[in-house]
């Protein structure tokens, strides 16, 4: 092959590459608008997990501030967390305890309640947090009601995230998530996840999400966004210093 030949089929190949990943990026941007909508949002979550034999075990309230720029707040609303806060700046974790006057580091995979991670509740951008590739077009769900769907691979592209690896199935027609494989960093299977939307025939957003362990115990946990509403919070809220002093955030 020509030199010149090379170089041309070189720059054609990046440009169908560089194009292909926009590709990727707008297909997830779509997605997350099912489960978030917009930047700096409060959504009251409840979270329950369900035995093996489908009796509820335990379940716990939580309200959410999803903020710009890879922010968010988690304050625990149950008796037996009440007060209890989580905060997300970046790759950051923190839990601050009531009653202490420190914030005590943790990773987004320490868990909240059931299979229900930091991360899992905290953030919720795959545009932001990974890159991916499309692996190819499948059908999802049983035979009489299996759709078009693409699925595509993600990979971390920060730290701060509960999984390295996603597989992810969204539907071909509007971009909406179906489902998901949840891989850690030793690259195990660790979750499965069925998202749950508002209405199968037109949906608008994720109602629910529903994660089963593939690990350990193989319970079923539920997170069910109950109310969204826009709500960009105070930033001194966003302040680990701040929160350690145990502040009235309501």
Not at 21 to 30: E, M, P, T
Not at 33 to 57: K, W
Not at 99 to 120: E, M
Not at 173 to 197: C, G, M, N, T, Y
């Given at each position: 092959?020509?030199?010149?030949?090379?170089?041309?089929?070189?720059?054609?190949?990046?440009a169908?590459?560089?194009?292909?990943?926009d590709?990727v990026?707008?297909?997830?941007?779509d997605?997350?608008r099912y489960?978030?909508?917009q930047d700096?949002?409060?959504?009251?979550?409840q979270?329950?997990?369900?035995?093996?034999?489908?009796?509820a075990?335990k379940?716990r309230?939580y309200?959410?501030?999803?903020?710009a720029?890879?922010k968010?707040?988690v304050?625990?609303?149950?008796?037996?967390?009440?007060?209890?806060?989580?905060?997300?700046?970046?790759?950051?974790f923190?839990l601050?305890?009531?009653?202490?006057?420190?914030?005590l580091?943790i990773?987004?995979?320490?868990?909240?309640?059931?299979?229900?991670?930091?991360?899992d509740?905290?953030?919720?951008?795959?545009a932001?947090?990974?890159t991916?590739?499309?692996?190819?077009e499948?059908?999802?769900?049983?035979d009489?009601a299996?759709?078009?769907?693409?699925?595509?691979?993600?990979?971390?592209a920060?730290?701060g995230?509960t999984?390295?690896?996603?597989?992810?199935?969204?539907a071909?027609a509007?971009?909406?998530?179906?489902?998901?494989?949840?891989f850690?960093?030793?690259?195990?299977l660790?979750?499965?996840?069925?998202?749950?939307?508002d209405?199968?025939?037109?949906p608008?957003?994720?109602?629910?999400m529903?994660?089963?362990d593939q690990?350990?115990?193989?319970k079923?946990?539920r997170?069910r966004?109950?109310?969204?509403?826009?709500?960009?919070?105070?930033?001194t809220?966003?302040?680990?210093m701040?929160?350690?002093?145990?502040p009235?955030?309501?």
């Amino acid at each position: 092959m020509k030199p010149v030949q090379a170089l041309w089929l070189a720059t054609l190949l990046t440009a169908a590459s560089a194009h292909a990943a926009d590709d990727v990026v707008a297909l997830l941007k779509d997605a997350d608008r099912y489960r978030t909508g917009q930047d700096n949002l409060q959504v009251e979550t409840q979270v329950t997990v369900f035995n093996r034999d489908g009796s509820a075990d335990k379940e716990r309230r939580y309200t959410v501030f999803v903020q710009a720029e890879h922010k968010s707040l988690v304050l625990m609303r149950s008796p037996a967390e009440q007060g209890q806060k989580v905060l997300m700046l970046g790759d950051d974790f923190w839990l601050l305890m009531p009653g202490s006057q420190r914030a005590l580091r943790i990773t987004p995979s320490q868990k909240l309640l059931g299979d229900a991670s930091t991360g899992d509740i905290a953030t919720m951008s795959w545009a932001q947090d990974y890159t991916g590739t499309l692996a190819g077009e499948e059908r999802c769900g049983a035979d009489a009601a299996a759709q078009p769907c693409l699925h595509l691979s993600l990979v971390a592209a920060r730290k701060g995230v509960t999984y390295q690896r996603i597989e992810l199935w969204i539907a071909k027609a509007r971009h909406e998530p179906i489902k998901a494989d949840l891989f850690v960093q030793s690259d195990k299977l660790a979750k499965q996840a069925r998202f749950v939307l508002d209405n199968p025939v037109a949906p608008t957003l994720v109602t629910e999400m529903v994660l089963l362990d593939q690990l350990s115990n193989h319970k079923e946990t539920r997170v069910r966004y109950v109310s969204r509403q826009p709500k960009a919070v105070p930033e001194t809220w966003l302040n680990p210093m701040f929160l350690a002093r145990n502040p009235a955030l309501d």
